[in-house]
């Protein structure tokens, strides 16, 4: 997902993966599945077979744990903000856990086009020193979108197929 605002000169892109579902219904479905894999767990244990308990607690234990997981990596993001003389990115999740300054004359745009219909291009935000991989979370109409608005604010592109437009 990209989002953009600009005030006073300054322009901030947030680029944030899609989520089909909130914390609070992942925790439905995981709360379903445990009651019914713990329910057929103790039909067989009352059945004889105890052995499956711990089994099952342990399936359910991982699907919660990787769920969580799951989650938590749907609310990392990348903030891009582009002033006049300076571009910054803030990356984390919830909160900025990286934090680069670019010069804005120095930077540019490094992208590395699809080569299938099943595969999205690539962006960096380069300068002399580093280059940051932006968007590895997005689909290809996202980061269609987000290349537009960084060339459109001023980030001089450099492509792979130069020779092509996009």
Same mark, same amino acid.
């Given at each position: 997902?990209?989002?953009?605002?600009?005030?006073?000169?300054?322009?901030?892109?947030?680029?944030?993966?899609?989520?089909? *579902?909130?914390?609070? =219904?992942?925790?439905?479905?995981?709360?379903?599945? &445990?009651?019914?894999?713990?329910?057929? +767990?103790?039909?067989? *244990?009352?059945?004889? /077979?105890?052995? /499956?308990?711990?089994?099952?607690?342990?399936?359910?234990?991982?699907?919660?744990?990787?769920?969580?997981?799951?989650?938590?990596?749907?609310?990392?993001?990348?903030? /891009?903000?582009?002033?006049?003389?300076?571009?910054?990115? @803030?990356?984390?999740?919830?909160?900025?856990?990286?934090?680069?300054?670019? @010069?804005? !004359?120095? &930077?540019?745009?490094?992208?590395?086009? +699809? @080569?299938?219909?099943?595969? !999205?291009?690539?962006?960096?935000?380069?300068? =002399?020193?580093?280059?940051?991989?932006?968007? @590895?979370?997005?689909?290809?109409?996202?980061?269609?979108? +987000?290349?537009?608005?960084?060339?459109?604010?001023?980030?001089? =592109?450099?492509?792979?197929?130069?020779?092509?437009?996009?």
């Amino acid at each position: 997902m990209v989002k953009h605002f600009t005030q006073n000169k300054h322009t901030i892109i947030t680029l944030s993966p899609n989520c089909s *579902a909130s914390w609070k =219904e992942i925790k439905l479905v995981v709360l379903l599945i &445990t009651v019914f894999v713990l329910l057929i +767990a103790i039909i067989w *244990a009352f059945l004889g /077979i105890w052995l /499956i308990l711990p089994f099952a607690g342990f399936e359910v234990a991982l699907l919660a744990f990787l769920m969580h997981k799951v989650n938590r990596r749907c609310y990392s993001q990348q903030v /891009i903000t582009i002033n006049p003389d300076k571009v910054q990115i @803030e990356c984390g999740v919830k909160q900025p856990v990286f934090k680069w300054q670019f @010069e804005r !004359r120095k &930077t540019h745009l490094s992208v590395i086009e +699809a @080569e299938n219909a099943y595969d !999205r291009l690539q962006m960096m935000l380069t300068d =002399e020193k580093i280059s940051i991989k932006l968007g @590895e979370f997005l689909n290809q109409q996202d980061c269609v979108i +987000a290349r537009d608005l960084l060339t459109q604010n001023g980030i001089m =592109e450099v492509n792979d197929k130069w020779w092509k437009t996009h």
